[in-house]
Structure formats: C-alpha cells, structure tokens
C-alpha cells in the first residue's frame, strides 16, 4: 500500500507564504504523477497543482500560478508546495494525491488520483 501525509499547513497573513510537504511511503512513485488539491470549508475539492515525478512537467490551476510551486525531491521521497503571495481565497485543507502510469495528462482530475493524504488545513487571514 502506499501511504502519503502532508504537513506544514497552519495559519499565516495575507501577503504571507507557507510551504506544504508531502511525504511518501510504502511504494515507489518513480513514474507516478503528485497532485496538490484543496476544499475550502462548504466548496468542492478544487485542483491546485501537479507534477510528473521525474519533474520534468509541472501544471497550475490558473488562480495560484505565479504564487505556487510544485517541486519534489525524490531522493527523500517528498513532493513541496511553496506557496507565495497567499490570499484569504487560499484557506482550506490542503490534500496531496498520487496517481500511477508514466503520463501528464487530465491531472486536474481528482478521480483519476489513486492515492490520497488526509489533509493539512492552511487558513491565510488579513
């Protein structure tokens, strides 16, 4: 089984930055897309970034693009979102998500995820 927890989340004004970890075990995600998602508190779980494992490729939701990076280090077996220039619209619980196969396609699709951690809330005030 393949097990994925995040951490790093808390709260932070807005203007400020947090960066999220995410960190891998019991499998090897050598050729396996990370996927960053969030859900605000009442809202859908809306995407937020990706990354093929080899980080070659990377994609953003159009709202943090410029603020957010998606990084790895796969020496730890960690995936990071860097998050930047934070505004109170980014509050939620922030999940990372697994997906197999050695392709970057539809990674804005929740449901093609088959690994899921169980969250770590950010809350961004002013």
């Known amino acids: 089984q393949v097990t994925l927890v995040e951490s790093g989340g808390g709260l932070v004004q807005a203007g400020g930055s947090l960066t999220l970890d995410c960190a891998a075990s019991g499998g090897t995600f050598s050729s396996y897309v990370m996927g960053w998602f969030r859900q605000g508190p009442g809202k859908e779980r809306d995407f937020v970034a990706a990354?093929?494992?080899?980080?070659?490729?990377?994609h953003y939701a159009t709202s943090v693009k410029g603020r957010f990076t998606i990084s790895r280090d796969n020496f730890k077996n960690m995936v990071y979102l860097q998050m930047n220039s934070l505004r109170p619209e980014d509050t939620g619980s922030y999940y990372c998500?697994?997906?197999?196969?050695?392709?970057?396609?539809?990674?804005?699709?929740?449901?093609?995820?088959?690994?899921w951690g169980q969250g770590t809330q950010v809350t961004v005030s002013s």
């Open positions: 998500a697994a997906r197999g196969g050695d392709h970057f396609s539809d990674v804005e699709v929740d449901r093609l995820y088959d690994y």
């Open positions: 990354i093929d494992w080899r980080g070659s490729s990377v």
